[in-house]
Every structure is written in structure tokens, then in C-alpha cells.
């Protein structure tokens, strides 16, 4: 699987702490290893939580910071990440 990163997630993984961009990046390695990687507890997000967005999956950085995703044919589609809390409220 390829990886590609929408400006919102650029943007988003930017303002991240230097520990946190660490822990996204090795969750990114997992998902592209295996999507199933129980660390990752990947998930289809119930509602709207990014507007305009429907088939939204959310993988897991930590406990306060979630990455969320779509897939398309061998990609996944990076659309954003930051603090749970603020995307899922």
C-alpha cells in the first residue's frame, strides 16, 4: 500500500509534537505492514467527524492522538490527525 498525505494531515502532523510526529510515523509503518496491527485499533469512525467525509477509518498514535485515514485502491489517503478530543467530539 502507497501512502498519500492531504495538506489538512501535512498541516495537522506539523503542529504535532516532536514525540507525537515520532509515534505517527511508527504507527504508519504499522499500518502500511498490517492494517490489523492491534496497537493501531483500527476503526470506522461512527458520524460526521471530519465534515464532508464518509467511509473515514481512525487508527490509533496514542492514547490522546488518533490518525485518520481512508482507503482507495492501494492507498491509504492520510486526511488528518491530531488530539482525539478535537475531532471526535
Not at 494531515?9 to 514525540?19: H, I, N, Q, S
Not at 496491527?37 to 476503526?43: G, Q
Amino acid at each position: 500500500m502507497k501512502l498519500f498525505e492531504s495538506n489538512k494531515y501535512k498541516e495537522d502532523f506539523r503542529k504535532l509534537p516532536d514525540e507525537i510526529q515520532r509515534k505517527t510515523i511508527k504507527a504508519l509503518r504499522l499500518l502500511i505492514a498490517d492494517i490489523h496491527h492491534p496497537s493501531l485499533r483500527v476503526k470506522k469512525v461512527k458520524g460526521p467527524a471530519i465534515e464532508g467525509l464518509s467511509n473515514l477509518l481512525e487508527a490509533r498514535i496514542n492514547k490522546d492522538y488518533r490518525l485518520f485515514f481512508s482507503i482507495i485502491p492501494e492507498t491509504y489517503v492520510l486526511i488528518a490527525c491530531g488530539k482525539h478530543d478535537k475531532y471526535l467530539k
